[in-house]
Each structure stands twice: as C-alpha cells, then as structure tokens.
C-alpha cells in the first residue's frame, strides 16, 4: 500500500454536492462514516479519477486517504445512508437502507453526469441490522475487479475509484483484513427503494422519487404524455438491454434482489458475482442461492420479475382508474420479452459471425450451446477461438479442443460453414468482428481468488490484481506476455463457491 506524500496543493475531492440530501428525511438517514484506525491506500484508479475531475496524487496524499477512508469529511459532502426495502430471494424485507454504506455526494464528471461517490464498508449506520457495518478486502477486491472488467466489457456498471484498507480485521466465513471500497454509480436508487415507499402506502414519496428519478437519469421523459408511464418504459428498456449484455458474456449476478436492481441501468452490488468456464445454463456460484434463483439462465426472468414489482409501485401515478394504470404497467412490462430477446439472439448471431437476418440463424447459435453444455466446452474460449476457425478451417483445432469429443463440434460446424458461405463477407473481415464481441479475457474465478489471497497476505502482493486488471482492462487485445489469464481451471483450481462478504 502507498501513501504520496507530495507538495499537491489541490483538494483531494473538491466540490462535492448532494442532490439526494435535499430530498425529505425519509429517504435517509444523516450518518458520517466511522473512522478506521489505519487507513492505508491499496489501489487508486487513476483513469477514473481524472474522469471524474480528480487528481490520482491529490487521492494518494495522507488527507486524500483520509476522505476515501472516512476519516474525514470534504468539503461540501453531506453524508447520508439511504433508505430502501427489498425483495431478496423473493421475501419482501420492508426496511434495508444502507447498512455498510455512505453517500458522500456527488460529482460531475468529464461527459457532465452527475455520478456518486459511496463509501461501501464505511461502518455502522441506522440500517445496519446488528452487523459491523465493515467491508472484508476480499469481496472488495471482487468487486472493483469485476466492475472493472465490466466496464472494458462496454456493459454499464457501477466503478470503482478505490480501495482504502482500513487497519482493522473483520470476521466472515474467516477472519479477513478489513477495506473500504470507493464506488462511483450514476446514483444508488434501486427498485426497492420505490418499495420503501410504496409499501409503506406513501404514494407522495413514490411521485418524489420518480421526480427525482427523471430529472437526473431521464430529463426527456418530461416532455411525454405521461413521465412516470415513459420512465418505467425506460427502466425495463435499459435492464432488459443490461441483462442481455450478462448473458452474452456468461456473467452471473448471483444476487437480483430488487435492492440491487439500478434504476439508472447499471450493475450494481457486485457480491458473489462470478463469470462461467464451462458453458451451462443453470450454473449458479452465490453460496446463498441454495435453491438456484439467480442461476444464468433465469437471469432475464428475475430481471421482469423485479421491474414488475417497479411497475406496481408506479401504477399509482400511471393512472387515476386501477385498471387503466394496470394495463398501462402491463404493457410496459410487455416490451421487455421483446427487447431482451432481439437483443440476445441478435448477440448470439454476432458471436458466431452471422449477420442474424435469416429464421434459422438463432437456431444455429443454441445448437452450439446445447453441444457446448453437453461437452463441458468453456465459454469464452469457444467463441474467441470460433472467430479464428470463421477466417480459416484449418485453425478448428483450437475451437475443437474446447469439446470433451471433437467431433461434437465439427458436426456443428457443417451446418455453420455453410450458413458462413451464403454471406458475402471476406474472412478476415468476418474475424475482426467477431473478436470485437468475443473477448479473450474475463475475470475468471480462480484468478479472482489468486489476486484476493496474494493482496490478503501479510506482505500484501498487488502483482496478481495488477496483472489480472491489465488483461480484463482490455479484454479484446492479446496479452502474449499474460496468455495465462484465458486458460481455464485446473479441476484443482475450480472455485465453486462465491461469496458477498456481508
């Protein structure tokens, strides 16, 4: 860990506002993080930072430490948990709220939006609900992992600016060095936050929120016959496109409880999130889903299950009658089939280097999968690996060895080679796009763990995250020198399990 001590005059984190804290009482309550006993900084994202307006050196500095970690306050920050309920595993939990996790305020970044900045294991607040209100380093590392490679990805995401260590120990499934994580999100309203209210019968406090909602993420809505009908028609438009993007990328959320579902359209609450080797569409690692709720494949289900839980909390401002604002929401929700399926097969054309615009195509795409999930074939490497095969056949082998028998895939491949042949597309023209939505690099479970265990060692070894984060950093380059980072595990490697650390 690194502290600067440097001649930087600037503030670390200048001009703070906090748009939510004029919003009434009820929607947080005032709380200052609790300070930590030894904060030392652990990683800086440098790039953010000066997307965001901020000096990296000016972070690094023991008073920029400071502020990351809670010690002390910036200027014009007003610091707040938020409140919200939350469906989670389906039971509805009618108060929530920021148990570990304070909004300092917001910042205006390089493209003019408006972004938070949230300190995630900042300590006890009045939602806390008897836990320490602390981070382990271990769930924070994940998440500013994955975030990132979420966001080289081109998915919307939360980001991470940093990770502070706090000097403490926290006690989870073992006892862990305890971490701050400093997120950056376009803001923390979720869906259960419009069921804190709503559920509470405070339809004003819902009308709030939505105004809110609009004027920050979707000002145009304004302008529409109806802005609470035109705002949940962009919810569901933008978690449908969001979910899609998951699925084409194996990514597992692992916990869609509608506390963690963004209005704003951005993965949020990265817990035991995890990327899939081997192809299988019921693969769940959360070692909370016991029964498989959030496995991949239900993924788009949960996704319509939350926003129908949205649109029961807008109905009210939809319209006067019942059931005009119920067919009004349901109609709403209607869109999202359509959406998400477009998009998703769409995206599995491209995989496989189709243009997608005969009946047949889609087809093509899940017979692939279905002889993937069969083979144990991974994932990722599949379709990078295709996309050499489209350009030239004598490089099958390596898509070949990713099937546990081979000659699974070249009976594919017949069908595939000759749909190929009816587009007019050079080979290598067909291989550059491919490569351009199949990446080489995901943050792959046991490299998460190997980073996680290095950095949570006595000697604190950063080469592993460092490593990891250049190749998820820019996932659709070749990294010849870290090549390793795309093979898949070892069966003596294979993490199972993920876990969220709250």
């Known amino acids: ?133 602390r981070a382990p380093l271990g769930p924070v590392l994940r998440e500013y992992i994955v975030s990132e490679a979420m966001s080289a990805l081109g998915i919307p995401t939360t980001r991470a600016l940093a990770i502070v260590s706090t000097g403490e120990r926290v006690f989870r499934e073992r006892v862990e060095p305890g971490a701050i994580l400093v997120r950056i999100a376009a803001s923390h309203v979720r869906v259960g936050t419009f069921e804190y209210f709503y559920r509470r019968g405070d339809h004003d406090s819902v009308r709030t929120l939505a105004d809110y909602a609009i004027e920050r993420h979707y000002p145009h809505c304004t302008d529409a016959a109806n802005p609470y009908r035109a705002l949940l028609d962009e919810v569901v438009a933008r978690q449908a496109d969001l979910v899609c993007q998951w699925m084409l990328v194996g990514f597992i959320h692992g916990v869609m409880n509608t506390d963690n579902m963004s209005i704003s359209g951005e993965t949020i609450d990265y817990g035991p999130c995890a990327f899939m080797d081997a192809y299988a569409a019921d693969t769940v690692y959360s070692s909370i889903d016991y029964g498989g709720r959030y496995a991949y494949n239900n993924q788009p289900r949960i996704a319509f299950w939350n926003l129908t839980r949205l649109a029961e909390c807008l109905a009210p401002l939809l319209d006067d009658a019942q059931d005009k604002a119920a067919e009004s929401a349901g109609q709403a929700l209607e869109a999202f089939a359509t959406r998400f399926e477009t998009g998703f097969h769409a995206g599995l054309c491209a995989k496989i280097g189709l243009a997608g615009d005969r009946d047949d195509d889609t087809g093509l795409a899940f017979d692939l999968l279905n002889r993937m999930s069969a083979q144990g074939a991974d994932f990722t490497n599949t379709f990078r690996k295709l996309a050499d095969a489209a350009a030239d056949p004598g490089a099958d082998h390596e898509t070949r060895s990713q099937f546990a028998d081979p000659e699974v895939f070249d009976e594919w491949a017949v069908a595939w080679r000759a749909r190929l042949a009816a587009e007019n597309r050079s080979g290598s023209d067909r291989r550059a796009a491919m490569r351009a939505v199949n990446p080489t690099y995901i943050p792959r479970n046991h490299r998460v763990q190997q980073a996680i265990e290095a950095a949570s060692g006595e000697d604190m070894d950063l080469l592993p995250l460092e490593e990891l984060l250049t190749v998820v950093g820019r996932p659709f380059e070749d990294h010849p020198g870290l090549a390793g980072y795309a093979r898949p595990p070892r069966p003596d490697e294979v993490v199972k399990r993920t876990f969220c650390g709250t």
């Open 1 to 133: 860990m690194t502290i600067v001590q440097s001649e930087v005059r600037a503030e670390p984190v200048p001009g703070l506002d906090n748009s939510y804290a004029r919003l009434p009482d009820a929607f947080y309550a005032r709380v200052e993080p609790s300070p930590v006993p030894s904060p030392g900084l652990v990683r800086v994202n440098r790039p953010l930072a000066k997307h965001l307006g901020l000096d990296p050196d000016a972070l690094a500095t023991q008073e920029g430490v400071e502020i990351l970690a809670g010690n002390r306050i910036a200027t014009g920050s007003e610091p707040l948990a938020m409140a919200y309920a939350g469906h989670q595993f389906g039971g509805f939990v009618p108060t929530l709220g920021d148990g570990r996790a304070v909004l300092l305020g917001e910042l205006i970044d390089a493209g003019g939006v408006r972004r938070d900045i949230h300190l995630k294991g900042a300590g006890r607040t009045p939602f806390s609900r008897n836990g320490d209100g």
